[in-house]
């Protein structure tokens, strides 16, 4: 097992090269959602493999029905060590509205800001900078002499379209994907100086409802008033779905939902964390969820149903008086504790067809399900991580929550029984999803360092 | 004032003539869409004026920006009669797709069938026919000496591509064009035996509200159950927008909405009308507005409120978790009886800023206005022209509405302040803008001898 100073110092010095490595893996357009995209996925899959192997994995390129996994082993110099599976995925969100980036998503460029240079790609951040930051620690290991814990990684490309192929993969490789703790990357930190490990993670229910009416569209003057209008009917069903006080009116939808602990309630009120700073960077100021609720528990401790997207009808320019034959509307609910993402999108779709009128029908898309994620406060994983982030960043990491949901950690949790430690170096203001996407050079950078003394204190 | 009864026969007596001079017009492939028939247009125009003036009236071709325009003067007989305005169109749908065509479209015929003889040719119905039926009347009164009214006639080119050339020409030429009466020769029976006059056309208001959020689209984990979701506002103001009874909410909306005469609404209730086939023919059952109104006086008599469009967030192929920056809808109101355009898109404006939270701005886009056009029930000229078609048909006319506008009819109201009475002799099985399109022989025949009939009853 190396020394972590000359780990460490190598990462400072191959720096440069890694973020040539970077830039390779980025320039790929892996958007899984669009089957455009279908051969960059593949493409992506294969670059990691490559790299993989160039540092010593064994590592190879796993056919699903979707996109392929990427899978790699790689023994530590010692034995009776622990053993990390780490994950991340190769998989970006589409660049749209392109007309908004400031230069092309899939060509990173490093960019310079006040606070120091950053990275601007589509999947600079999301999950790629994030992923890579692991396989660079793993990477100045080996070129010092080799791991300090037994590391097996799986990279998938369907995180963003929620992961349809994992459960079947992970039926099919339990033996090989068994790991003491497992590891992932797709986090943020607290701020620009502390880090954060996030202990709990919302799960996720996607949902897409089309609602149907005539056999066509129909001219408004000659059927408005007479003719269902399916735009009215959902818009009806969204509004239904939250009460005056910001609760999701689903019957059910709060079973399972528990209380913080007091002690975890009181950490949290300690946090330096301002509800109005946080929605202030982004042009609000008024928390939109549950009436006497904060900010942080409304995106990490409790549930949501959102709409995505809404479509239906005329969209150009001008009007056109048309009664539109159907829209169409994608809903996301985050699920907090111990959610039944079934029982919530049965809930759902029952709710949605008490609403129907006799004219209408309705189809549901099925888009992904799965449960929230709560590490254990008291875990010794835990206490290791947070000392090692310490020595890093000279900060205690915040130990708190995610609204976004990583369903792999739900799902592992679930077929192999392991706890994960979700550790990243992502910012607020990366605007992953959104238009001018970045990482920060210091998240890459640092972030490297951080993996390389966690493995070190995971293995001690 | 010549004998009805003689200008009847004279219309008997000629139509053979009269079917020569239609089938003359329809052969100019006045196809206004298209400029290869540019030529065509202004001949169409020239044919139409020299037969006015053959007839004895002061006719002429006025040049506009785009096809020209036919104007022509007649006076009465005698001094103090009604001066009426007929408006028609001598320009037609191109003939495409020219293989479902059993025969050329420009080259009329008569046709058996087993209702009568028909008239198979493009521009049989509309509007050439039509307008024929007009010029036929004032022909028989004029070779058997003089008109009952002082008769103003405006042709146009432009109808089927939107009247670009209308308004202004109708604000420059408003003295000549001035009336008592307008009339229009551009609908339908109720069915082949019924005929019916159009006495109520609906306004229109149009608005595109746009609803912003957040400064850009944000991650619906990191941010949901915080930020407001422009799509919920949206969803709310569209699902308040109505009430549990399909009754529009808009505080003051039904302002200057009359109840129907109870004749009226007697008579309606015996029109062979069953909401449920006209329902039936798009795939629906059920009427969707007010509870307890009848689907004709959904469609005729009651102002609507419809979303025509709404978009916002992702609306591809798969999911993806984004709380959208903002939403948008196209509204469209249908509005009857003495209903202010602007008060209602006043209420309107009013409604969204009431539903929009602290953290939403509002956008609207005006997109039109125009107020409902309705001949009073109790006019002297209606009851003039139902007993004047009763007499020819043997039939109570019905009496009805259009839900749709007839943006021309709103532009004479609003230029010249002129009523409308709406009066055709379509069937709705003519096939108007597809192939195979035909008129009735006897929509031809006892068309000219309604608006005989009709002329000499206004005078009266």
Known sequence: MPALDAVLSRIDANLDEALKRLFGLIAIPSVSTDPAYKGDCARAAQWLVDDLKTIGFDASVRETAGHPMVVAHAKATRRDVPHVLFYGHYDVQPADPLDLWETEPFAPRLADAPTGKRIVARGSADDKGQLMTFVEACRAFMQSGGLPCDVTILFEGEEETGSPSLPAFLAAN?????????????????????????????????????????????????????????????????????????????????????????????????????????????????????????????????????????????AGAGSKTVLPAQASAKFSFRLVGKQDPEAVLNAFRAFVRERLPDDCRVEFQRQGASPALQLPFSSEMLSRARRALLQEWGKEPVVGGSGGSIPIVGDFKRSLGMDALMIGFGLDDDRIHSPNEKYELSSFHKGARSWARVLDALAK
């Open 174 to 314: 339990k033996d090989e994907l068994k790991a003491s703790l497992m590891l992932v990357c797709d986090t943020n930190m607290w701020d620009r100086d502390t880090p954060m490990i996030t202990a709990m993670l919302r799960g996720l229910a996607l949902e897409e409802v089309i609602i149907r009416g005539a056999t066509r569209d129909l001219h408004s003057g000659l059927f408005g008033g007479a003719a269902v209008n399916p735009i009215h009917v959902l818009a009806r069903i969204i509004a239904d779905l939250h009460d005056g006080q910001g609760r999701v009116t689903l019957p059910g939808f709060y079973d399972g939902v528990a209380e913080l602990p007091e002690e975890v309630a009181e950490q949290w009120k300690q946090i330096p964390f301002k509800g109005s700073d946080f929605l202030g960077a982004v042009g609000l100021s008024t928390p939109a969820g549950e009436a006497g609720r904060s900010v942080l528990e409304m995106i990490w401790s409790r549930p949501t149903c959102d709409v995505n997207g809404i479509s239906g009808g005329y």
